[in-house]
């Protein structure tokens, strides 16, 4: 099968395209079909995945996979969350890391619990659509480690493992992240068999 792999962040596509290797799809990126994804204006991380899968399986005629995820830090009563990619109006990884920091400032290690969150959105362009959600748990660091992964990767420490994701490999990360557990859920689903074809988009 032919499928577009609709996201921005090279990070986010890297992960998913190991994740997707086994099931022998031809993946294409928004190299190939160069238009923007619509702005992300839904309150949930579904309503966001759907909205880029969705737009962009009809801009370009094949089924798409979009991702659309974030952290959850309880102690901030759930930001960044759905704006995670856009936190406290900073333009880089470095700097929204630098603002979580600040935001966590005088909170102690044992207040410092935070999720991560990705929802993946199939759509096919005869319009219908399959949600995939995964969960991890973890801490928010006083400081970043690691020097791999993208975005929070290196203030997101997993106690089990004793790494963040930034210290993890490409392998070890996707083993415990929301990404890999949202894909390894594709993945039963498509060699199962067991899709579940959700709803159709509306026009
Ligand atoms: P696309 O919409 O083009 O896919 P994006 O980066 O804008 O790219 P999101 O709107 O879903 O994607 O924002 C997710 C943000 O959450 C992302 O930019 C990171 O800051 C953060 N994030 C998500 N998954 C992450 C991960 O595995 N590791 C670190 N940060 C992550």
Request: charge should be negative; charged fraction near 25%.
């Amino acid at each position: 099968m032919r499928v577009l792999v609709a996201t921005s962040n090279p990070g986010k596509y890297r992960e998913i395209k190991e994740g997707l290797a086994p099931l022998g799809w031809t993946l294409f990126s928004l190299l190939d079909y160069p238009f923007k994804l619509p702005p992300e204006e839904g309150a949930t991380f579904e309503d966001n995945a759907i909205l880029k899968a969705a737009y962009a399986a009809r801009q370009s005629g094949l089924p798409t996979l979009a991702d659309d995820s974030g952290l959850e830090v309880a102690a901030l009563g759930g930001e960044p969350g759905v704006y995670s990619a856009r936190y406290g109006n900073k333009t880089t990884d470095t700097e929204r890391n630098v603002y979580l920091l600040e935001r966590l400032k005088g909170i102690p290690p044992e207040q410092r619990k935070a999720k991560f969150v990705a929802v993946l959105a199939m759509a096919y362009p005869d319009g219908y659509l399959e949600l995939y959600r995964g969960e991890t748990e973890g801490e928010i660091l006083e400081a970043p480690r690691g020097e791999w992964g993208f975005g929070y990767d290196p203030l997101f420490y997993l106690p089990e493992v004793g790494k963040t994701f930034a210290e993890m490999t490409l392998e070890q990360k996707a083993a415990h992240s929301h990404r890999g557990k949202a894909l390894r859920a594709l993945l039963e689903a498509y060699r199962q068999g067991t899709r579940r074809k959700e709803q159709p988009l509306s026009e």
